[in-house]
């Protein structure tokens, strides 16, 4: 007969499991400081050797890491797929920029659609939120503060979505987004686009995902990204005839 013993789980692997849901569903984010010991044992409702264990085996397996004086986070090896060289590479050439955009353009697309079908009201509710912030945003501009608001926005739409492979591998892509290494919104603000226009895109895949219009939500995201492709495109473009009008000026002047 195909049956075994039963045998109750430990505590500590019950607490395992619960730190290893909370981080792989994005509730806990790499660099987040875990309460004390003592307050997370009363928290859970555990003994504080069962936490103790449980952390041991959380940071054996490179989830969580130990900071010496100031606790237990949840690892920052978490926040990346990729490494610093690899991320520094993709910045010195122009054609991994364009291959980014257009996966997430691919994925975010995707991802819209399943937040308007499978977001729950209170993922909406996030994502109203934050753009809310993004329109009040545009009373005093502040480049740094609108560019985290934009990130906040598209990571609240891939959460919203509740597909987790995507969740982390997105957060990957954000992290080098962040970091500035693909896409500045200082490009088109050079190119004389206005903010205006931006929060009017980020208000049209707003609007869509709070009608739940899977469709729209898809279309909206897309042609956002395909903007931001497009602007991209045309800064590159823009200095490479500079270069060219240099190397004119230069014959013209110094012979």
Do not use: W
């Not at 955009?101 to 691919?106: C, G, K, Q, V």
């Amino acid at each position: 007969m195909p049956f075994r013993p039963v045998t109750p789980e430990k505590i500590s692997s019950a607490v395992v499991k619960q730190v290893e849901e909370l981080i792989l569903r994005g509730i806990l984010q790499p660099g987040k400081r875990l309460p004390p010991e003592r307050e997370l044992a009363e928290r859970l409702g555990v003994s504080r050797p069962s936490v103790r264990e449980a952390i041991a085996q959380l940071q054996e397996a490179g989830l969580l890491s130990a900071k010496a004086g100031a606790g237990i986070f949840v690892a920052d090896a978490l926040r990346s797929a990729f490494s610093p060289a690899l991320g520094a590479l993709f910045a010195r050439h122009d054609e991994a920029a364009m291959d980014y955009l257009t996966f997430r353009r691919d994925m975010e697309g995707l991802a819209a659609e399943r937040a308007a079908r499978l977001g729950s009201d209170t993922d909406l509710a996030v994502i109203s939120a934050i753009f809310a912030k993004m329109e009040a945003a545009q009373v005093n501009p502040d480049a740094e503060a609108e560019a985290a608001l934009d990130a906040q926005f598209h990571m609240a739409i891939i959460e919203a979505s509740h597909n987790v492979v995507m969740l982390h591998m997105m957060r990957s892509m954000y992290e080098l987004l962040r970091g500035g290494v693909f896409y500045n919104r200082q490009i088109m603000f050079k190119q004389q686009t206005k903010r205006t226009v931006l929060l009017d895109q980020h208000r049209t895949i707003h609007d869509a995902l709070l009608a739940r219009d899977a469709p729209a939500a898809r279309a909206a995201i897309e042609a956002h990204l395909s903007y931001v492709e497009r602007a991209l495109m045309d800064q590159q473009r823009a200095q490479r005839n500079e270069a060219v009008a240099q190397q004119r000026l230069d014959q013209e002047t110094k012979g």
